[in-house]
């Protein structure tokens, strides 16, 4: 059986890592080459990165820093963050990345996952769909860091991408992030009842109940963290860490 | 035998002719030697006078934390010192606030030491991240002005953290673990550093704003030291503490791990030591740790010289890696190692303010509220040595 | 020296800095007429069958090469994750024939319920046989697997290391001088890195 992954979620910022609560307010982190040289020491199970101002600010991935921190690591990395076209995804699994998370782009070319699937294979594509509650209390996805909302439905998006040939779905919730309350187990479950690729929930994990919570209840197969990887405790110091998870298998 | 040379030995340690302002006696033995008894008698280090000195501490920190979430402040680094004052902090009844400075260059097994520490001993920790950009700015400026203190940024930073976090949380103590039996006395005069040092190097030779930097000015000195009264404890001055005794507690108490004498808690730090002091300065501060186990009679004075002789382990890696984060060309790399030392009086600092402001701070370091260290080192002319 | 064959697919990087790491002497190469000095091969891939052997195949002098590599000087060879599928005789991803140099099919995972394909995680690998290949490796050890397709021998003696995944299947193979990991030993840590050295120290 599969250990189920704990995925550390590190967020690019310009050229430095950082934390955000609710997509909003961040926090400095680190150098990300010097970070993830931690998590490689702690041989953590798989790495992403996430560049939250690439698509916002119109451009590709940092080849360089993506360079840097691929030089560090010895285990899975993937990244989300201005992928757009097929190159822009290629020159990142040359550097040595094994998945490529794509979120605002396929909103905009619809033939972007399906062409990134076929060639690179289906495990290699990752869809990020981030979700917040609207003012009517509708959950609907977001892009450009939670800033647009594209009034779709999230079981609806998260359907439409695996038909398109994802091998995964990141399913964040933009409203629990930072926060250390838990996941949106709701959201969560309806996602992984509808599709059967592996989905990874993110946004809100504060301890390891929340956690077995999310895999047990929500059945999603894997768990991105984020603050609980970067400070020490809530509230408390920036402290790179991974905490001891067992799961009975 | 000690090895040949031609060179001025102290007879009791191994600090040389080379060493800034020594002085050898008639018998031989240098004035740091003498520096050290005195200071060990005015603490009484080591002794059962002493340890009274840091119980009494002890009690009048917890008299003073009393109804705060914090009694004192930690300065936390993963190194041995730093992670055996929490130990003793707890130990001794104390409630601290572990505080850590990040300059982004931290090796991993310095994150994991503080990690399993404080964990360990249930300590919360404060951590105050720079930008990586502008703390690699801030290093290639010293680079590029050609000066010593590329540390300089580093420790002052800590410094302002700890100041800081205390004066947030109205605790009035700040533990150091700062120890001159292990590691003996910096010598005075070649090295100095201030807030205005930092800010008008990264002014001249820096490409981005400062906006993460916690610059220390001297008004926040003065406030911090004078007004909010923040005083700086170090307890190893008073009570007996056996490093490798320390190193050992840690590693079979919280799986605490020993990076070995390069320095590799921190990167910078590493670089500095092993390479930049030693190559561009003729600057090799190995002699302060081998003096101390000298005088503690943990080593002999001809095994201590004979592996200061040998020249440090230069890690090719660690250039590499320089270069890389200060976004330097070989050339200008090797351009600016090979080029003549500059040094600090060339460049605008407080320390005309300091000595100004003398008096004021003989009544600071008498109320203890700086050390007399920073007082005599401060606040009367040094002779800039080149 | 090992030499990693560079035919356009795989994340060559992270495998030579792996074997870096590991302080062995290690070049990435293209070239058949460079391939032709190797004293040590390793074969990687991420992609599909066809396209990996066609690729091969299409190189020119790259496949009379390694032919001559493996069988004749029969020199160390490593497949790694389709690296290792290419050493079977064939797919049921595609048309094409394997290289054939291990008696095995790489065939489709069986469809269970709960085991979602592809097999992506870190799973474990048992030791079935003693090999060079597998020496001090660990009872802990863990692997990152990512494949949709699954090898199985036709000679028991040729598998060194079993999985479980929706039934079982050899997760590492050998025949003399030729040896494949389903797995990525690059994206394995220290796991990994046991392999690579084992490999390197044959």
Not at chain 2, 265 to 275: D, K, L, S, V
Not at chain 3, 49 to 72: C, P, Q, T, W, Y
Request: proline residues 4%.
């Amino acid at each position: 059986m599969l250990r189920t992954r704990i995925i550390p979620t590190l967020l690019l910022r310009n050229e430095s890592l950082v934390k955000t609560v609710k997509f909003g307010k961040f926090t400095y982190v680190g150098d990300p080459a010097n970070t993830v040289r931690i998590f490689n020491e702690l041989e953590v199970d798989e790495l992403l990165f996430l560049d939250i101002l690439a698509s916002r600010k119109k451009h590709g991935p940092n080849l360089k820093v993506l360079r840097e921190v691929a030089d560090e690591c010895f285990m899975p990395l993937g990244y989300g963050g201005g992928i757009k076209t097929f190159e822009d995804a290629k020159a990142v699994f040359d550097i040595g990345f094994e998945k490529v998370a794509v979120n605002f782009s396929s909103f905009e070319n619809t033939t972007l996952i399906n062409d990134l699937s076929k060639h690179f294979g289906s495990q290699a594509v990752i869809a990020s769909i981030d979700v917040r509650t609207t003012l009517f209390g509708r959950k609907k996805v977001y892009t450009l860091g939670g800033k647009k909302n594209t009034r779709k439905d999230p079981i609806i998006w998260a359907k439409e991408a695996e038909e398109m040939g994802v091998g995964e779905i990141l399913l964040t919730s933009i409203e629990n992030e930072g926060t250390w309350n838990g996941f949106d187990y709701d959201l969560v479950k309806s996602v992984t009842d509808a599709v059967s690729v592996p989905v990874v929930a993110h946004g809100g994990a504060g301890n390891t109940e929340h956690i077995h919570k999310v895999v047990t209840n929500s059945n999603a197969s894997a768990v991105a963290l984020g603050s609980m990887v970067v400070f020490q405790k809530k509230g408390m110091g920036v402290l790179v860490n991974f905490p001891n998870i067992k799961f009975n298998e | 035998m000690m090895q040949k040379t031609d060179l001025n030995i102290c007879s009791r340690c191994i600090y040389d002719e080379r060493v800034a302002s020594i002085q050898f006696d008639s018998n031989g033995i240098c004035n740091y030697c003498h520096q050290l008894e005195e200071l060990s008698t005015l603490y009484s280090t080591g002794t059962p006078v002493g340890q009274k000195k840091w119980y009494d501490l002890v009690d009048e920190i917890k008299i003073s934390g009393r109804g705060k979430k914090y009694d004192c402040i930690v300065g936390v680094s993963g190194g041995t010192d730093s992670s055996y004052m929490v130990y003793l902090a707890k130990k001794a009844g104390l409630r601290p606030l572990a505080v850590h400075y990040d300059n982004t260059w931290n090796s991993a097994i310095a994150t994991q030491n503080i990690e399993k520490v404080l964990r360990a001993l249930d300590v919360d920790l404060h951590t105050h991240v720079v930008n990586n950009k502008e703390s690699d700015d801030i290093f290639r400026s010293f680079f590029f002005a050609g000066v010593a203190e590329i540390e300089a940024p580093t420790d002052l930073g800590l410094a302002e953290v700890m100041y800081r976090v205390a004066a947030k949380h109205n605790v009035k103590y700040v533990l150091e673990g700062h120890s001159f039996v292990t590691e003996g006395i910096t010598p005075i005069g070649r090295n100095y550093f201030d807030g205005r040092y930092i800010k008008s190097i990264h002014k001249r030779f820096g490409r981005m704003k400062m906006k993460t930097y916690p610059l220390m000015t001297l008004l926040r000195f003065l406030w911090w030291t004078a007004i909010s009264r923040v005083r700086k404890i170090r307890p190893f001055w008073y009570i007996d503490y056996d490093k490798e005794k320390a190193r050992a507690f840690l590693e079979k108490n919280y799986d605490w791990q020993y990076y070995g004498g390069h320095h590799l808690e921190n990167r910078m730090t590493a670089f500095f030591h092993g390479i930049y002091a030693p190559q561009k300065f003729g600057m090799d501060f190995r002699n302060n740790s081998l003096s101390a186990l000298v005088r503690l009679g943990k080593l002999s004075r001809e095994e201590a010289w004979s592996q200061y002789s040998k020249p440090p382990l230069i890690e090719d890696e660690l250039i590499t890696y320089f270069k890389k984060r200060l976004d330097l060309s070989d050339r200008e790399y090797d351009k600016i190692m090979n080029e003549p030392p500059k040094n600090w009086t060339n460049y605008p600092t407080y320390k005309k303010r300091f000595e100004c402001l003398r008096p004021l701070f003989f009544i600071l370091a008498k109320s203890n509220l700086v050390p007399m260290s920073f007082y005599l080192k401060y606040c009367f002319p040094t002779k800039s040595e080149l | 020296m090992i030499h990693i064959i560079d035919y356009g697919m795989g994340n060559l990087g992270s495998m030579r800095n792996m074997f870096k790491r590991i302080g062995a002497n290690v070049k990435v190469e293209s070239n058949p007429a460079e391939l032709a000095h190797a004293r040590k091969l390793v074969l990687p891939g991420v992609g599909s069958f066809d396209a990996a052997m066609g690729r091969i195949n299409e190189s020119f002098g790259l496949r009379d090469l390694l032919e001559h590599k493996a069988n004749v000087e029969k020199i160390p060879i490593l497949g790694v994750c389709l690296g290792m599928q290419l050493l079977t005789n064939s797919s049921e991803e595609g048309e094409l024939p394997g290289l054939g140099w291990v008696a095995a099919k790489t065939l489709r995972f069986p469809k269970k319920d709960g085991f979602k394909v592809p097999h992506m995680g870190w799973n474990v690998a048992s030791p079935v046989r003693k090999s060079p290949l597998t020496l001090e490796v660990g009872k802990e050890a863990r692997y990152y697997f990512v494949h949709s397709f699954c090898v199985h021998v036709e000679i028991p003696e040729q598998s060194i290391m079993k999985t479980n995944y929706a039934g079982v299947f050899d997760s590492a193979i050998a025949r003399d001088n030729i040896y494949g990991v389903q797995f990525h030993p690059e994206k394995s840590h220290r796991f990994g890195m046991q392999f690579l050295k084992n490999f390197s120290n044959l």
